[in-house]
Structures are given as C-alpha cells and as structure tokens.
C-alpha cells in the first residue's frame, strides 16, 4: 500500500466511460451528489440526470449528451469525496475529464464546464460529417512505430496518434480510408492487435480544427481562475498553473492528442503513490495498471466503490 507521505491524484474518466445509471447510487445517498445532478439539469434546461439515471443507452451515446453526463458523475463523486475530507494533490483528466478536473481545481465554475461540453460535443459531432471519420486502438506497438505507420496510410488524407494511453495502447484518428490501411499496415509490422473504435467522429486530430475554432470563442468568453491545485494539461503532458494556460489547453486539445501515458509518468516522478479515478468506469484504472503496476489505484464511482476506497485510503 502506498505511504501516507504519497501524493494523491484524482482522475477524470472522459468520453467512453458513460454508462446507464452512473452517479444514481451516490444521489440516493449523498445529498451534494443529488444537488450536482439538479444543477446540471438547471444549466442545460433538460432533465440530464434522468437520462445519466435511467438511459435510453442510444441517447446517452449522443456526444452531446455523453460530456456533459459523465462531467456531471465525476463532479458528483468529486464532492463526496471532498466532503469526506479527501484532497487531492494534482488533478488529470482524459480528454473531456480535464473540465472536470479544472472544476476540481477551481479553474471553471461547474455550470460553466458543463454548458460548455456540451457545445464541446456538438461541435465534434458537427466538425466531420458521420462515416467520414474513424478511430482505432493500436495494441503492443511503441509510439514512433504508430507514427510511422499513420504517415504511410496517409495518402494525402489525415491519419495522425491521438491518444498516447499506456505502453500497450495507442489510438489513431482521421479519414475512414486512411485509418482502415493503418489499422491493415499495423497488424502486417507486428501489432498484437488492431480495430477499429466505436466512435462517431475522429476525435483529437486535425479533422477536429472547425470545432476547435468555435470552441476557442466560447472557451474565450469564460471568466477561468488561478488552480487551486496543479492541473496536468493532456496537450502537453505539463503541470498548468496559470487561468490562461489552462484555457489554452482547453482549446489545443480539440485537434491535439492525448498525451496521457506522459502526463501519469510525470505524476509519478512527482511522487504521486496513490491514483483515485473519479466518476463513472475503470477505464483510467486499466490503464495505469498498464503504465505502472507499482501505484496503487482505486476507483470512486458508486457507494461501494467509494466506501472500499475510503477504507484503504484509513488502512495505509
């Protein structure tokens, strides 16, 4: 078990994390959980946390609908746990979890961060009319080689790394051609794996640069604050401390890649022994058990979750 002199983490699950009846458990409990859910109901003008509570599934997938749910399910968690007394000491978010870790931090306000993710999605969605996109998962192959392949399924058309997950995942993202003769080039030089991702635009890639433009307006007209804590920027896998820095990452990190594999060794060479992934799903736990087995992560997501992970956190 990590000391108690470890640094402690908080993680943010982003897009892919969502699933029917995330952040009900901690509702029925926790009466800061409840609030977080009506508050996004009030910003939005629709009743979000029925469909976080209840589904449909099909509308939950809706990207425009999937941040700003699982945003909301991680503030939720978040306060529990604040109100439990547990601080973090850096916060990190995957892709979309960065908003939630800059309300964490202070940086944006909640109502702010979950108007503003909606817009985020829609205007992913928007960027890249369906079925002219596509991503994939490369498995068990170094970064310089998924670069080297992107490049030469190319062919003119974008085919780029976007998110840098752990040593054994790597995500690529761009036109639906170009990353179909990746994913052929990929498992021909010896990847363990290659398939295509579920998804219903090419996120993190140049693709992205119209809904990167109409972000950067919205995100400019938020009032951000200093951090409070130290956010690290997935863009550039760098600690933020600055309101502006922290905006800019925002915005660059539409068409940039998720540099996220660099962002937890960073992390870890400052000392940070325990990793606590907030909000719905384990996905951010699978992969630091990928990146470094040694780090103790828990998960806080429902009121089992949340209980074992205090009584851990009491016993080390």
């Not at 952040?23 to 508050?39: H, I, S």
């Not at 130290?230 to 550039?236: E, S």
């Not at 400052?270 to 990928?290: D, H, N, S, T, Y």
Request: aromatic share 6%; with cysteine.
């Amino acid at each position: 078990m990590t000391s108690s002199t470890s640094s402690i983490v908080f993680l943010f699950p982003g897009q892919g994390s969502q699933a029917v009846g995330m952040g009900k458990d901690l509702a029925d409990n926790y009466p800061v959980a409840r609030r977080t859910f009506e508050e996004a109901d009030e910003a939005l003008g629709y009743k979000l946390s029925q469909l976080c509570f209840e589904g449909p599934e099909e509308k939950l997938k809706l990207t425009e609908i999937t941040q700003p749910a699982i945003l909301t399910a991680s503030v939720a968690a978040w306060r529990v746990l604040q109100e439990k007394g547990l601080k973090p000491d850096f916060v990190a978010g995957h892709s979309l979890g960065e908003y939630s870790a800059h309300v964490a931090a202070g940086t944006l306000t909640f109502a702010d961060a979950v108007r503003t993710v909606r817009n985020r999605g829609k205007y992913m969605q928007e960027a890249v009319p369906v079925g002219v996109g596509a991503m994939a998962a490369i498995l068990g192959m170094t970064l310089d080689k998924v670069r080297e392949i992107a490049s030469d399924a190319a062919q003119g058309e974008v085919c780029e790394a976007a998110n840098i997950n752990s040593p054994e995942q790597i995500v690529i993202s761009g036109h639906a051609g170009a990353v179909e003769r990746a994913i052929k080039l990929a498992i021909e030089r010896g990847a363990k794996k290659a398939v295509s991702l579920p998804v219903s635009a090419p996120f993190h890639c140049s693709l992205m640069q119209p809904a990167q433009n109409r972000l950067a307006e919205d995100l400019g007209a938020l009032s951000f604050q200093k951090p409070s804590c130290p956010v690290v920027c997935n863009v550039d896998a760098a600690i933020v401390a600055s309101a502006e820095a922290a905006r800019e990452g925002l915005i660059r990190q539409v068409t940039g890649a998720v540099r996220w594999e660099p962002s937890m060794r960073l992390l870890i060479g400052k000392g940070a022994g325990l990793f606590i992934e907030v909000g719905p799903g384990k996905v951010l736990w699978g992969l630091m058990r990928q990146i470094d087995r040694s780090r103790t992560c828990v998960t806080v997501g429902d009121e089992a979750s949340l209980q074992k992970t205090l009584e851990q956190i009491a016993a080390s």
